[in-house]
């Protein structure tokens, strides 16, 4: 594991993301939606690439403790040679893989969806610098929640929604403005029981934070914001069950379609028949009609 001797310049590197960072909140606080969208970029990527380069001189430090391992253990005679020898040439196969695996900077934004998992790995080779695990990961938080707000601001809903989901699938399950913005992504694009799964679960997040108190002030969510939220869920779970009323009227009606083709070959109709509920048993049953 690296220390904080051997990663000298991670303190200059956050500075410089920070500072990018806040020519992109000027921008964004003057609508310059654009531009604030290319200064949290090219923090962002500043970033990652940092951290990756961080991975691999990790894989290679692994390595060459493991071999210097393996040298020390060697017994001189010809099959732990061949052995040896069959382990050292295996290695740059392993670590140029590795190598392969994270881009150049410039792809970055191309690969940043298939690399994100790769990258909440490498953040744990900052478990030995103190507290700066921690603000790596805060960073990228922050940097992923900027953009998602500021492609919802530009109507690229999808794009939003890919940027919530990044920050709940690898950084935080739990940010609550991640949660919100999504639910909101996901109803701007009419999927409304997805919109309300969301909401839900900050519904459910905003009452244990109620009965618990010793909840830190960092991570608990504004009592206008959970007032918000409690309005939300009720609406959009409305608008869920109606999405799901009309997914199962419309999957009913091609189901219709297909019955009345093939009953129609014996000059019968489905009208022939009846949809009965049982109200004991709550369960139904067909019968063909008089």
């Known amino acids: 594991m690296q220390t904080s001797q051997e990663i ?3 303190v200059q590197i956050l500075s410089e993301c920070n500072d990018i960072k806040e020519r992109g909140n000027a921008f964004f606080k003057s609508r310059n939606l654009e531009s604030a969208e290319k200064e949290y970029q090219q923090a ?3 970033l990652i690439v940092f951290i990756r380069e961080c991975y691999s001189k990790a894989v290679d430090s692994k390595a060459i403790d493991e071999s210097k391992h393996k040298q020390e253990n060697n017994v001189v005679d010809k099959s732990s040679t061949e052995e040896q020898s069959l382990n050292t040439t295996e290695q740059p196969e392993v670590l140029q893989n590795e190598r392969n695996s994270v881009p150049k900077e410039d792809d970055v934004l191309l690969t940043e969806k298939e690399s994100i998992e790769l990258l909440a790995k490498n953040l744990n080779v900052f478990e030995d610098v103190n507290s700066k695990r921690n603000d790596v990961k805060s960073l990228l938080i922050v940097l992923y929640s900027n953009l998602a707000l500021t492609y ?4 690229l809903y999808s794009r939003s929604l890919e940027y919530c989901s990044i920050i709940l699938d690898y950084l935080d399950q739990n940010h609550y403005k991640s ?5 909101q992504c996901f109803e701007q694009l009419n999927n ?3 919109s309300y799964q969301d909401m839900k679960k900050l519904n459910e997040m905003v009452i244990a934070q109620r009965e618990n108190k010793s909840v830190s002030s960092e991570n608990s969510i504004p009592d206008a914001m959970a007032k918000k939220i409690l309005e939300d869920s009720e609406r959009l779970q409305k608008k869920a069950e109606e999405e799901q009323k009309k997914q199962l009227d419309d999957m009913l009606g091609q189901l219709k379609d297909v019955g009345n083709q093939l009953l129609g070959a014996f000059g019968l109709s489905l009208d022939n028949f009846s949809l009965n509920k049982d109200p004991n048993s709550g ?7 008089k």
Do not use: E
């Not at 949660?179 to 639910?183: E, I």
């Not at 369960?283 to 009609?289: F, L, T």
């Open 192 to 194: 409304f029981q997805s």
């Open 152 to 155: 919802y601001q530009l109507s």
């Open 283 to 289: 369960g139904y049953s067909i019968s063909m009609k």
């Open 8 to 10: 000298p310049n991670l």
């Open 179 to 183: 949660l919100y913005k999504r639910s």
């Open 44 to 46: 962002l990527n500043h």
